[in-house]
């Protein structure tokens, strides 16, 4: 700190840092409270879980209610769905994706602002409007029940949001190195594939973690297009284990947690990306 | 030559354009147009024999007006939660404090949890008697009843459901602010404190306006997130206690696949995305001519 700050300034500061910790100490209280006691109630007992007082602590840790869910509910099943489906998905918006962005951020046509608008348009589509033709539609081209009929439905959440985030991305990379290699003959695909997707690695892999993210999160898509077991996807075996039974408290938490795990731990490992591509993606948008 | 280059560039445009708006086109605008369609056709009638029955019927639905109302309700209490938190959470991780990464990470966490999850969570959190909510309110307030009921009482339920969509939706919202914190220049605050302008002055007159545009586009987008949540209002209250907690969403569904009126059903997800897209009107404007 320069010796010219005044000490009111330097008070301040402090005050500062003082007010912010504060806050941010709460805000991990806040954040985690819901998630320790899911994390504790998966690891008891279904008699401790319905014991009073309530253990913040389970006194006897058993990992029976991950046993009991593995055993009386094909969860390697749901997981599997659910990689093949929300991968297959982000993949597929993303690829789109990334090429609507670079048209929208590097050329100039006749019709622009009005596609920009039904991009934008699109993103509003709430999944209840087209809920019921999917349904029938799918059912007469038998893709009812299938993982390929689960997937065309994801792009329709994914895809406009991915063409938008890497609009934002491509709009933050400088325009010369375009100019610069169409100076050397290269092909705006060749520029495309070659130049400005390597850079914008970040932001792809933000679009392909959010994408993976939205599809792996839905429920309203799987309740409605999936009714038997052997195709249903984790999130909704999360929510038929809780209809089915009186619910069995322990073993709800250790499917949620179980559930939840492949997207906390994706995060966890790529979240420089996510925040980086997101604040540069959407909110230059 | 130069002029051909720029004839053809117009039409690669296009190209890259192309895959995606097909696609849209296939997976959303055609569906849509089939609902539409669905919404004028008389119940169990085909071919084109329209009618206006489901929407005269559905402006004199007193539970669909209900859920309107709901709604509303849900959303803008949603994006009150989402902003003041994530505004101030933005605004305290944007100092450079020692264990910043770690708080930035942490407060993240409710972001990856799926809805279907916070909802399960947040059900067994105010089980009345067997969650972790009561004995900590008792914890603070010891004279808290001791079998507190949440979400079967008809006026707590709904405040109760907006808590944990609070939880669930601000990480998203305080990413954005804070990258949008982060773009402001530091120049910016010093002179402001170099004028001696105070810390609520330089709130008001630095970070508000240069986040201005930020702020919009992340409650726009987050209206639009939160008009459409399902999956947490299915799983914690279901809709209920009654129809107390239902939304358009758990509604348009139920009408779908449990009463599978699919003409009423439809008119309902006509007038829910019309609302929608009239609410986001501002922002598509704003945006557009942004460019």
């Not at chain 1, 991009?119 to 993982?147: C, D, K």
């Not at chain 1, 077991?229 to 909704?236: A, G, N, P, S």
């Not at chain 2, 972001?111 to 909510?133: E, K, Q, S, Y």
């Not at chain 2, 947490?232 to 449990?258: A, D, H, I, R």
């Amino acid at each position: 700190m320069s010796p010219h700050v005044p000490g009111s300034i330097q008070r301040e500061r402090r005050l500062e840092a003082g007010i912010s910790y504060t806050l941010l100490t709460l805000s991990v209280v806040f954040a985690l409270l819901p998630v320790a006691w899911m994390l504790s109630t998966s690891f008891k007992t279904e008699a401790e879980a319905f014991s009073l007082p309530i253990h913040w602590i389970p006194q006897r840790p058993t990992s029976e209610a991950y046993v009991e869910m593995w055993t009386l509910k094909p969860f390697g099943t749901y997981f599997q769905n659910s990689i093949v489906v929300s991968g297959v998905t982000a993949l597929l918006s993303t690829v789109l994706g990334a090429l609507a962005g670079y048209g929208f951020s590097r050329f100039r046509f006749r019709g622009q602002t009005s596609l920009l608008a039904f991009f934008l348009a699109t993103q509003m589509i709430s999944g209840v409007l087209v809920i019921g033709p999917y349904f029938r539609v799918l059912a007469a081209l038998e893709l009812y029940n299938t993982l390929t009929g689960l997937i065309i439905a994801y792009v329709t959440i994914c895809l406009p949001f991915a063409a938008w985030m890497s609009k934002g991305y491509f709009d933050s990379i400088p325009k010369e190195l375009d100019e610069a290699g169409l100076v050397d003959g290269a092909s705006r695909l060749q520029i495309f594939l070659r130049i400005i997707w390597p850079i914008a690695v970040p932001g792809t892999v933000s679009t392909l973690l959010f994408a993976f993210l939205l599809a792996w999160q839905d429920l309203l898509w799987a309740l409605c297009l999936i009714s038997i077991d052997e195709k249903r996807t984790v999130t909704l075996g999360v929510a038929f284990t809780v209809g089915e039974f009186i619910i069995k408290w322990p073993m709800l938490t250790a499917a949620s947690l179980i559930g939840s795990l492949p997207t906390i731990i994706l995060y966890l490992f790529l979240q420089r990306f996510y925040v980086e591509g997101l604040a540069r993606g959407a909110v230059k948008g | 030559m130069a002029s051909g280059r720029t004839w053809h560039d117009r039409h690669v445009g296009y190209l890259f354009l192309l895959p995606a708006t097909l696609m849209l086109a296939a997976v959303l605008v055609f569906p849509a147009l089939i609902t539409l369609k669905l919404s004028l056709t008389p119940e169990g009638g085909s071919g084109w024999t329209l009618t206006l029955a489901h929407y005269q019927k559905a402006f004199r639905d007193p539970v669909l007006f209900q859920t309107f109302k709901n709604t509303f309700a849900f959303v803008a209490w949603s994006l009150v939660g989402h902003f003041v938190l994530g505004l101030g959470l933005a605004m305290a991780l944007n100092q450079t404090l020692p264990g910043q990464t770690f708080f930035r990470l942490v407060a993240l966490i409710p972001w990856t949890i799926p809805d279907v999850v916070a909802g399960i969570i947040f059900r067994w959190a105010l089980n009345p008697i067997h969650g972790c909510l009561n004995p900590l309110l008792r914890l603070v307030f010891p004279s808290f009843p001791a079998e507190f009921q949440w979400l079967s009482n008809p006026t707590l339920a709904f405040p109760s459901l907006i808590f944990a969509n609070v939880w669930r939706g601000y990480p998203l919202v305080m990413v954005m602010l804070l990258a949008g914190l982060m773009a402001i220049p530091r120049e910016l605050y010093e002179a402001a404190e170099m004028d001696g302008a105070s810390r609520v002055k330089r709130f008001w007159h630095v970070t508000l306006p240069g986040l201005s545009t930020i702020i919009l586009i992340a409650l726009a987008l987050d209206m639009v997130w939160e008009f459409r949540r399902f999956a947490l209002v299915l799983t914690m209250t279901g809709g209920g206690p009654g129809t107390l907690t239902e939304v358009l969403s758990t509604l348009v569904y139920k009408t779908y696949f449990q009463f599978f009126t699919f003409e009423y059903a439809s008119a309902m997800a006509i007038l829910m995305s019309l609302v929608l897209f009239i609410l986001s009107l501002p922002y598509i404007i704003l945006v557009g001519r942004e460019r």
